[in-house]
């Protein structure tokens, strides 16, 4: 793959008179963690669904992958990954079952399919449960094995979707240790998160207002340009110009 792993060049979704995403512009590098934030509503979950193929832009372009994703969503697709806010894994499967099943959709040989099952398991500590059910497994390790899937197929992007909801705080740590793993073996990874604290962990971040990208930069550049100490702060600001922080 060549050229950033994501390219949007003013993309746009309206829904009928209401502009959804309006006209935003990034780029995301490979092996780089961009961070995509904002309030409920912002327009992120709209964003990630165009750039994933299930949305067809209202004008503007991208590319992920290297793919158009207007015209080419279906190589979009094989060449991403994806974790949902909703738990994406199938609780009434075992563990191996789950890693099995999701191999056979993403098309490895059986091979493949059994040593990176061996590579998921030792990564996150679940050889002992492999033969347990899904549902029977806590919640942080129902988080990282769903993460692992997500790039069984070793995607050129993994797109996470608030990923460590619910979790404690040693298990969000983990959690974003497995994503620089990620990063350093060259998947880029866009990451939508409501702890801010998390947002500080990533290459780059944007913050989205209304539909429109309001800040975007690496952390501390985000933070020195609206003159903030936090990004806490960067949001007050953004959302309330002129407050006292």
Known sequence: MSGPAIDARALTRR???????DGISFQVERGEVFGFLGANGAGKTTAMRMLIGLLAPSSGSAT???YDVATQAEQVRRRIGYMSQRFSLYEDLTVRENITLFGGIYGLSNRDIAERTGQILSRIGLQRAARELVREIPLGWKQQLAFCV??????????????????DPITRRRFWELIYEAGAEGTSVLVTTHYLDEAEYCNR???MMDGAIAAMGTPSDVRR????????EVFLR????????
């Open 15 to 21: 829904f009928g008179t209401f502009t959804a995403v």
């Open 64 to 66: 992920v992958a290297g």
């Open 150 to 167: 997500a790039l069984l197929h070793r995607p050129a992007v993994v797109f996470l979707d608030e990923p460590t909801g619910g979790v």
């Open 205 to 207: 971040i944007s913050i």
């Open 225 to 232: 340009g609206l003159g903030a100490a936090t990004l806490d």
């Open 238 to 245: 953004l959302t309330r110009p002129g407050a006292a922080v």
